[in-house]
């Protein structure tokens, strides 16, 4: 019996509810025209509950979110007397088609869709006051300027803005339904490369040359999380920099395999560097992640440049050291020279010395020696002849023993000079080819500098020694710097 008593009272209101909705619309009801026409405008109060936030692009600056979307505002032609047990219209998507609802919509969207999934996703309620309370599921993909200075230590804002497509604010006023409560995610929503910090709400005017339209703007923050760039950029970066310093320890003369490793080093960081921005919009500012790879790109450059010059100051040793071989055994000829030509012309002087002994001459004649006083030098200008019982001038007399030796003269002249020459040149290029007789010559003057495997003071070894240690020295400084500026300037600043 109480069973049947509930069937008929159900019966009952449903017959009353009916009459209700059939009195709304027998009653001259225009949806066409809005509540409150040519008085004030109607006041839209609007909530959203975020359920889930899909995906945020930075190449497409955008963001997918699915929430609830839901509205309420008064429409005095819809109010009637309460009924015992009926104080509001609980009706379907249906009702909703027949009555006037505002023309809301998202002036940042890109794409929307309503579901229908098994029904229409739509809820409409209806107080005997005439307030309307009306909730929808929505998806919606809307676009969401990034500005990407701090990437991948940036903050982002992301938005949606209500606002009414055709009437200003003279017709609609939108309000936040719940005050700063009007706003809300929920709690087990989570992004695969994002934090959400938190949201905010706004309200504004947008002045478009139709007129004034009232605008609700819905903020949704986000802090982006590091730890898929440190895997994936960061620590592969460091690494081949890491790598390129290996080519510091082999030997310089081992050229195949530190060219080979500068080069596959640079090769990769390049492909690093153009598979990250290929994830990227194309912009024409610099990002933190550029300073990073640009950095990395610099010193495993730097660390083939190293071995450029190595190689290049190896060759340049290695030529000088064969340029002064060759003039030290050019030299050494060259002293061996001088010492025979200066033994030639010490003998050519000894046999001149022996030469010089004036000749004995004696009359042809009488086989008598000639007065000294008439002895003459090589030369002689006025012969004698035997005249009575002495020599007197007159044609010359038969040399029995000596004579002039003026080819000898003139060899030991030769030899003398050319010693002389011989023995300047060499002081002039040696430091001198030797003294007469058995002194030994004077020391040599070496050639080029003290060390001839140094040039200007450092060695190809002496560069790689360094290099040890400079390069990660300021591979580490500038890390260092890199993240103590960038993670202080992401914490302080604004999202967006």
Avoid at 111 to 139: D, E, M, W
Avoid at 158 to 179: P, Q, T
Avoid at 359 to 380: E, M, S
Avoid at 418 to 435: F, I, P, Q, R, Y
Wanted: hydrophobic fraction near 40%.
């Amino acid at each position: 019996n109480e069973e049947e008593d509930v069937i008929e009272k159900g019966n009952a209101l449903g017959q009353n509810i009916t009459k209700i909705l059939n009195a709304f619309f027998s009653s001259g009801y225009d949806k066409r025209v809005r509540p409150n026409y040519g008085g004030p405008p109607v006041e839209v109060g609007i909530s959203v509950y975020f359920t889930s936030i899909s995906s945020v692009s930075e190449v497409k600056m955008d963001f997918t979110s699915d929430f609830y979307f839901r509205q309420e505002w008064k429409d005095p032609r819809l109010s009637f007397d309460p009924l015992p047990g009926i104080s509001n219209l609980y009706v379907g998507a249906e009702v909703a088609k027949k009555i006037w609802v505002p023309d809301t919509f998202f002036a940042n969207e890109k794409q929307a869709y309503f579901h229908v999934a098994t029904t229409p996703n739509r809820f409409l309620r209806i107080a005997f006051s005439g307030l309307i309370y009306q909730s929808i599921r929505l998806t919606v993909t809307a676009s969401c300027p990034m500005s990407l200075q701090y990437f991948p230590m940036d903050r982002q804002a992301c938005s949606i803005e209500i606002e009414s497509y055709g009437y200003s604010m003279r017709d609609i006023k939108y309000v936040w339904l719940n005050g700063n409560k009007s706003v809300d995610v929920q709690g087990d929503v989570t992004l695969p490369q994002f934090k959400i910090m938190g949201h905010e709400q706004e309200s504004a005017i947008a002045a478009l040359t139709t007129g004034n339209y009232s605008r609700l703007i819905c903020k949704i923050k986000f802090s982006r999380s590091l730890g898929f760039y440190l895997i994936q950029i960061y620590i592969p970066a460091s690494l081949i920099v890491v790598i390129s310093w290996v080519s510091f320890w082999l030997h310089r003369n081992a050229t195949p395999a530190r060219v080979s490793l500068g080069v596959t080093t640079v090769l990769t960081m390049t492909t690093l560097m153009s598979s990250t921005n290929a994830q990227l919009p194309k912009i024409s500012y610099i990002k933190s992640i550029d300073v990073f790879l640009g950095t990395c790109f610099v010193m495993v450059f730097a660390s083939l440049l190293e071995y450029a010059t190595v190689g290049y100051l190896g060759k340049r040793i290695a030529m000088r050291k064969s340029r002064i071989e060759q003039l030290t055994k050019l030299a050494d000829e060259h002293r061996k020279k001088c010492a025979a030509a200066a033994a030639a012309a010490d003998a050519a002087v000894a046999e001149q010395s022996a030469a010089q002994v004036p000749p004995q001459l004696i009359c042809a004649t009488t086989g008598l020696p000639l007065d000294p006083a008439l002895q003459l030098p090589c030369g002689i200008k006025n012969p004698v002849h035997h005249q009575g019982n002495r020599c007197i001038g007159g044609p010359p007399p038969k040399m029995v023993y000596g004579g002039c030796p003026q080819k000898m003269n003139s060899r030991i002249l030769e030899a003398k000079q050319s010693g002389k020459m011989m023995n300047e040149a060499s002081s002039m290029t040696l430091g001198g080819g030797g003294g007469p007789g058995n002194q030994p010559p004077p020391t040599p003057v070496p050639f080029g500098p003290k060390d001839p495997n140094r040039m200007l003071g450092v060695s190809p070894s002496d560069i790689d020694k360094y290099s040890r240690v400079v390069f990660p020295v300021c591979f580490i400084c500038f890390n260092l710097m890199y993240w103590i500026v960038y993670m202080h300037i992401s914490a302080s600043s604004s999202p967006n």
